[in-house]
């Protein structure tokens, strides 16, 4: 309330002291809209990826799968894995069948998880287990659900 007031006294002062600088106060008014749409599509390249993808976790007939089992991604995208029929199903992936360093990333960026490289049991139909690939190394990521490994649900993503 202070600073409004202060702001108000203030043009007040201006607005006194004549046209000269009120069109001064205009021009730095108007400055700063005009900056941040510039920012915004500077900062939408730079960022790269960004993209997201949608593989679902599914019983289709006798058959638990991963929709798309395979697919490839660029680093920065964000994969959303949908719990959509015949889990509950989790994500995890293989130790070693990453490329080097990405545990790291992934420790960072599956939220929950019950063990290193192992996402949370979705037992809620259509939940959604959100994993980002934000800073990770390029290759071949291979995962599997955990309650269906055995019944071959598994699946591989490649970073390009
Ligand atoms: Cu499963």
């Known amino acids: 309330m202070r600073v409004t007031s202060m702001v108000a006294g203030l043009a007040i002062v201006l607005a006194a002291c004549g046209g000269e600088k009120k069109a001064e106060d205009q021009s730095t008014t108007t400055a700063t809209p005009e900056q941040q749409p510039s920012a ?65 990333v992934l420790k960072g960026s599956m939220p929950d998880q019950m063990a290193p490289l192992e996402g949370p049991l979705l037992t809620e139909q259509d939940a959604i287990y959100k994993v980002s690939f934000a800073g990770a190394p390029a290759g071949d ?19 390009q």
């Open 40 to 104: 915004a599509p500077a900062a939408a390249p730079a960022a790269g990826g960004g993209g997201t993808h949608d593989v679902n976790m599914v019983l289709d007939g006798s058959t638990y799968k991963f929709d798309p089992a395979e697919l490839t991604i660029k680093a920065g995208d964000v994969i959303n894995f949908h719990n959509k029929s015949g889990g509950p199903h989790n994500v995890s992936f293989w130790a070693d069948s990453i490329p080097s360093g990405a545990a790291n």
């Open 141 to 159: 990521y291979k995962f599997y659900c955990l309650p269906h490994l055995a019944l071959g649900m598994h699946g591989k993503i490649t970073v």
